[in-house]
């Protein structure tokens, strides 16, 4: 049986209930009825008012649930009808009353069509008009939803007008939208903050400054983690080996050491780094770009910091101190570095002979004796060294500069640390002792070469006889024996030798 056949037939059957109750009761005062009538209407209203927002919630409903709705609004009409047909009756007898006059415009007063059009929208026919409705976008997160009720249920997410303005603004984030430009280099940003705090790179404005040694900063965050180096604060700690950080990206980078992660790529030569300055710093190689000068000396640098660090060459200052022995250096990580002759820490180690070294470019260096690589190359004579150092020293050679000078005997040198060795047998000092007899140097390379009395350790071998040396330079020697040169004489007698120590010995026959 069709809907409508159902509504007629209970409509027929309230009219006659209403007849029969009708003839049996009397009727009402008149000012009873007149409040009965006002109290009927206000009670539909109610009812229609609640009707309208069931209404929604059955708009909004699937198609599945269609006929259990179908029957929950049967009866709510059978029941409005009901209540409209007691109305009819009682306001029948009062028809004498001039009858009050009705705004069709009133919620409280819809006709009965009205009604019946908000109800039949729950037939097969309203889940039909679904299937071209138009997908519905939230403003504030972009997500698509197929019906109004799942758009109203996402919207109850978002509460607030603050926080849908900071949803906004974050969303701008992943979108790349930039609405606001920097007038001097085009800078786009997503935020007003964002630009009004760049555009103090170009002012070089610093308004924010620390209390406690009065460096300033363009950014507040960027002061609140200096002010950790004065409180020694370091809340981002490493999972992996305990070490503390003042800084969330420091920590970032550092964990690369342990993951290996290297995901910043040179695009030239395609090298890795973990962390994008390191990248920007080696790119300058490729473009050979040292924008930086010394006023002094006017060498040339690729960053400000070498610069500064290369200036106190020239002012002497060396800030950065050993607070075990007090020596000073120029940059803190030569301090690092010579810290760990203390803790004897050594963490580059040889794959090839396990040999350890406090620095990697020691560890490089020493490599290279294994390869036989020796990339440096002296650009007069052609001969090749294993490290740039070394090919400095021996440019001298051609040059002949010797800038130091010993005060006391006048020797010239033509680096530092050859002069603060010579320095050394005037002093009589002899830091450099061996542990195993007590013996003590002047130099480091004198202790080596001595240790290979204890060890066995004969490095240099002849080619001609196989003979085994621990010094070089008697190896050089005994290679005169094959030749027959004999680049040393005496003086006074003109017999030649073909070593040194050879003419020292015979002299003493003069000498006699």
């Not at 519905?136 to 997410?157: A, G, R």
């Not at 400054?209 to 983690?225: A, D, N, Q």
């Not at 001298?396 to 603060?420: A, W």
Request: glycine content about 6%; overall charge positive; charged content about 30%.
């Amino acid at each position: 049986m069709s809907l409508s056949v159902l509504t007629e037939l209970s409509q027929q059957h309230v009219c006659k209930e209403d007849r029969v109750l009708c003839d049996q009761k009397d009727p009402d005062p008149p000012q009873i009825k007149e409040e009965q009538e006002e109290l009927c209407t206000y009670e539909e209203g109610e009812q229609l008012v609640l009707k309208q927002e069931t209404d929604d919630v059955v708009l909004n409903s699937t198609c599945e649930e269609s006929d259990h709705q179908l029957l929950l609004h049967e009866s709510t009409l059978t029941e409005r009808q009901d209540q409209e047909g007691r109305e009819h009756v009682e306001s029948g007898s009062s028809r004498n009353e001039e009858p009050k006059p009705k705004n069709n415009s009133d919620w409280r007063v819809l006709p009965q069509q009205h009604v019946w059009k908000q109800e039949v929208l729950t037939d097969q026919n309203h889940c039909d008009s679904h299937t071209d409705e138009p997908s519905l976008n939230c403003d504030v997160s972009s997500k698509v939803y197929e019906h109004q009720y799942q758009m109203k249920m996402h919207q109850q997410t978002h509460r607030g007008s603050e926080d849908i303005s900071k949803f906004k603004r974050h969303w701008k984030t992943h979108t790349g939208e930039t609405l606001h430009s920097c007038d001097t280099c085009g800078k786009g940003f997503s935020q007003l903050s964002g630009l009004k705090a760049h555009v103090g790179v170009h002012t070089a404005k610093k308004p924010h400054v620390c209390i406690t040694c009065g460096k300033s900063f363009r950014y507040m965050s960027k002061l609140k983690t200096h002010m950790r180096i004065h409180t020694g604060e370091r809340p981002h700690v490493c999972n992996t080996c305990g070490k503390r950080f003042t800084e969330k990206s420091v920590l970032i980078r550092h964990e690369r050491i342990h993951t290996d992660e290297k995901p910043h790529v040179c695009n030239t030569c395609g090298k890795r780094f973990r962390d994008m300055s390191k990248l920007k710093t080696h790119m300058k190689i490729h473009t050979d770009e040292k924008p930086h000068v010394c006023n002094t000396c006017g060498k040339r640098f690729s960053y400000m910091s070498k610069l500064k660090t290369h200036m106190r060459i020239h002012t002497g200052e060396r800030p950065h101190v050993c607070i075990i022995c007090g020596k000073r250096f120029r940059d803190i990580s030569r301090l690092k570095t010579h810290m760990r002759i203390h803790t004897d820490e050594r963490p580059h180690v040889c794959n090839t002979c396990g040999n350890r070294f406090t620095e990697k470019s020691v560890l490089i260096r020493h490599e290279r004796i294994h390869t036989g690589e020796r990339p440096h190359v002296c650009n007069t004579c052609g001969k090749r060294f294993r490290d740039m150092s070394r090919l400095k020293t021996h440019m001298k050679i051609h040059t002949d500069e010797k800038p130091h000078v010993c005060i006391t005997c006048g020797k010239r040198f033509s680096y530092m640390s050859k002069l603060k060795t010579h320095m050394r047998i005037h002093t009589g000092e002899k830091p450099h002792i061996c542990i195993t007899c007590g013996k003590r140097f002047r130099d480091m390379s004198k202790l080596k070469t001595h240790m290979r009395i204890h060890t066995g350790e004969r490095p240099y071998p002849c080619d001609m006889c196989g003979k085994k040396f621990t010094l070089k330079s008697v190896l050089i020697g005994h290679l005169k024996i094959h030749t027959g040169e004999k680049p040393f004489s005496c003086k006074v007698c003109g017999k030649r030798f073909n070593r040194m120590t050879h003419v020292r010995s015979h002299m003493k026959v003069h000498s006699i």
